[in-house]
């Protein structure tokens, strides 16, 4: 009689995390290189926030050299993001890099 293999729910669930966090973090790290290849010698500065399952937020920020000043970077942010998330939404909910497509109307 052939024996059965028995699963723990607990190490698949850790495992899956692991995959989906691994694949978060690949994608973090192109939109980064997108970012930075699309400014290339023009990058100036940059804002970033992260978080986990729990909604415990981590950010980073460097204001560089140019007209953002550090108190302006959060009103900046929310603008930007303001505006992936609009065409996201246009988009039918797919997930687009703004470094990574033209305007249509360019």
Known sequence: MKQ???VQLAYVRAERRASE????RRTLFQCVRNASDWHGANLSGFALVTWNRAGDMRSSLSEGHGPVSIDVIPCQVR?????HVAAEIVRNGEVIDPFD????DA
Do not use: F, G, M, T
Not at 21 to 24: L, N
Not at 79 to 83: E, Q, S, V
Not at 101 to 104: I, R
């Open 4 to 6: 059965r293999k028995i």
């Open 21 to 24: 966090a691994s694949q978060v």
């Open 79 to 83: 603008d930007a993001l303001n505006r």
């Open 101 to 104: 497509y033209e305007p249509e």
